[in-house]
């Protein structure tokens, strides 16, 4: 995927599914990004074909619990964002929706070195010692790989490495690995912004091979009311080579042109200005907020949209623009179906 250039619907968890990425993208997005899912999550889930929907679910094995859906029409431009503290967890996840992390041209000639890319820091470069188990399309190897120690100094390991081999699904565009969630859970459990406490890594993660990064100008301790750090994404922008999509304080169309002035990225993504009004990405101009909180509603029936991620997100959009002790504020609490909120 092309990474320049492009409006971006940020991910927003609750907030950022099926159809809000379809709206956002009606209204002009280019990329529109899902919800953080962790990967333990994940590879505890099975990717199902839904036929009644056209859709592709993922669901929570035992259950009906759809933790992902997606549907061809945002193929080509959806990416996949997850949490992860862990390498070949995290590939063995993204592999449930994305051919990634197949390290060598043939996996399965099974070349002799390779990189686990995972669109993360994360990624390892190693070099095959010996095959250890071989079955059906997985293969376990043990291989040596250089580590890095805090002192700089590179430390060779053994390490372990599971390996899929392609089983051909493209359900999704990209695969992101969040970066910067703040919160104490994903912190604690060595994921979001925990794998970024050394922002000066950075050259680091572009020589993973990552197609590209984006920036949300704040640090750990910033609240969202305190406007984001434009200068700051500006020295990234300027020390990578690769996309940088800028993010943080765009609730308007103009100002798409303003934070592009102000980095010097090309692309730029929005998360609270598309959350409270899908169309801040169309050039028109904004569409009232009923009009496409209606449109929103219209679409979760029809891709059958979870009710609790339907609800928190007209909550937020009716807190920003109106009062949840209004009639209609009132009746988005107490319902319970789809049909009950439309
Ligand atoms: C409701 C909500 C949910 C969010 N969920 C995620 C998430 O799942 N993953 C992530 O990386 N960032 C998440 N964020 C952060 C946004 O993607 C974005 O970086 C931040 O809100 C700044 O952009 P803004 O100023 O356009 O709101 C979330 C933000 C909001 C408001």
Redesign the pocket.
């Known amino acids: 995927m092309d990474y320049n250039n492009k409006l971006v619907l ?4 609750r ?1 950022g599914t099926l159809p809000l990425r379809l709206l956002a993208a009606e209204y002009g997005a280019d990329i529109t990004y899902g ?2 899912i962790i990967d333990h999550k994940l590879v505890k889930c099975d990717r199902i074909v839904n036929d009644y929907l056209g859709t592709i679910d993922v669901v929570e094995k035992g259950t009906q619990n759809v933790v992902f859906r997606t549907c061809p029409e945002e193929q080509s431009r959806v990416v996949f ?1 997850m949490g992860t503290s862990d390498a070949v967890r995290a590939l063995k996840a993204a592999q449930l929706v994305r051919d990634v992390g197949i390290l060598t041209d043939c996996p399965r000639c099974m070349k002799s070195e390779g990189q686990v890319k995972n669109a993360s820091a994360m990624s390892i470069s190693w070099k095959l010692i010996r095959t250890l188990v071989r079955n059906g399309d997985a293969v376990l190897v043990m291989a040596i790989a250089d580590r890095p120690l805090r002192n700089g100094i590179l430390k060779r390991i053994k390490i372990t490495l599971l390996i899929f081999f392609l089983h051909s699904c493209n359900d999704v565009a990209a695969v992101d690995i ?1 970066m ?2 703040p919160r104490s859970f994903s912190i604690s459990g060595g994921m979001g912004a925990a794998l970024l406490s050394k922002p000066e890594t950075i050259h680091d993660i572009e020589k993973t091979g990552v197609s590209a990064l984006a920036v ?1 100008g704040r640090k750990v301790p910033d609240r ?1 009311r305190d406007p ?1 750090k434009w200068n700051e994404i500006a020295d990234v922008v300027a020390a990578l080579s690769i996309p940088v999509i800028a ?4 609730f308007d169309y103009e100002d798409i042109q303003h934070i592009k002035n102000a980095t010097g990225a090309s692309s730029i993504m ?4 598309a ?1 409270w009004n899908a169309s801040v990405f169309s050039p028109k101009g904004k569409l009232p907020w009923e009009e496409v909180k209606k449109e929103y509603v219209r679409k979760s029936i029809l891709w059958d949209n979870e009710v609790k991620s339907t609800k928190h997100t007209l909550k ?1 959009m009716i807190m920003h623009h109106s009062c949840l002790e209004l009639p209609e504020g009132k009746a988005v609490i107490k319902s319970e179906t789809l049909a009950d909120l439309a």
């Open positions: 940020a991910p927003m968890v907030v919800e953080e964002q969040n910067g969630c949300h969202p984001a993010n943080g304080d765009v929005v998360a609270r200005g959350l937020e």
